[in-house]
């Protein structure tokens, strides 16, 4: 695959109920290092995500930065990390980096016929 096929990359930071402040505060510590955009701070699972979570939508020259900065940073937190190329299924399931504890992903969404 070329990096050139990868439209852009979503960081998704996974927490529960007992790490919703370190979450909250990792968020914060994001905004205030990168010019990065934020999804919403999702209190329940969302599409493939089995955890509660947020998303962290960046650029291709903000990847190194970021999960350089990640991996310092994010404390006890799970961060799952994904590219976008147009095929979730594979994104998600074959080219996923995961800093800290993996788990598994509610995956039949990009295949299922609703």
């Known amino acids: 695959m070329k990096t050139d096929q990868i439209k852009d990359w979503h960081a998704h930071v996974y927490f529960d109920a007992a790490s919703r402040d370190a979450a909250w505060a990792l968020r914060e510590r994001i905004e205030k290092s990168f010019a ?7 209190e329940k699972p969302v599409g493939p995500h089995p955890r509660f979570s947020y998303q962290v939508a960046l650029k ?3 990847f190194e930065p970021l999960l350089s900065w990640l991996t310092l940073n994010r404390g006890d937190l799970t961060v799952f990390i994904h590219p976008n190329t147009g095929h979730d299924l594979e994104d998600h399931r074959d080219r996923a980096i995961w800093m800290g504890q993996q788990v598994p992903l509610v995956l039949d969404i990009f295949t299922r016929k609703d």
């Open 60 to 62: 291709n020259e903000q």
């Open 36 to 42: 990065i955009e934020m999804g919403r701070f999702h």
